[in-house]
C-alpha cells in the first residue's frame, strides 16, 4: 500500500492570475509604502524584506519579499534562486511544480515584467 502512493501524480502548474492593486514605493527617507498585490483574487500586503536603500536614486528590484494576507498569514518569497523558493506549504510538499507556488509564480512574473522594481520618490524640494 506504501509502493501505490509513490505513483501520486506530480503537482501540475498552477493556473493563475495577478495584479498590484497598489505598487510599492520606497521614498527617498527610508519610509516605504507596502505594496498590495492581488494573486488569484486573494489580496496580498506585499513588502521586500530586509533593508531598502534610501540613497539610490531612481529604481531599484528587491529579491525577498513578504507577502502577508488579511487574516495575518505571511509568506516569505525568495526570487534569488535560493532554497525555499517561499515559506508556504505548496512550496513544501510539491517542490517539483513547474513555476513553482503561486506566490513565488506572481512575484517572478512582476519581476520579469520589470513591475517590481520600486520607485524611490523624493520628498517635495529634494529633487
Ligand atoms: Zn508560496
Request: proline content about 6%; aromatic content about 8%.
Amino acid at each position: 500500500m506504501v509502493a501505490e502512493q509513490r505513483t501520486r501524480k506530480p503537482a501540475e502548474r498552477l493556473s493563475l492570475s495577478w495584479h498590484w492593486h497598489r505598487r510599492p514605493v520606497v521614498h527617498v527617507t527610508g519610509h516605504m509604502d507596502a505594496g498590495e498585490l492581488v494573486i488569484n483574487g486573494a489580496h496580498y500586503a506585499a513588502s521586500p524584506i530586509g533593508a531598502t536603500d534610501p540613497s539610490a536614486a531612481g529604481e531599484r528590484c528587491d529579491f525577498h519579499w513578504r507577502l502577508t494576507k488579511a487574516d495575518g498569514e505571511r509568506y516569505d518569497v525568495d526570487l534569488s534562486g535560493n532554497w525555499p523558493p517561499c515559506s508556504c506549504a505548496d512550496s513544501s510538499f510539491n517542490p517539483a511544480r513547474p513555476g513553482g507556488c503561486k506566490h513565488r509564480r506572481a512575484l517572478t512574473e512582476a519581476m520579469e515584467q520589470g513591475r517590481l522594481v520600486l520607485v524611490v520618490r523624493y520628498a517635495e524640494g529634494q529633487g
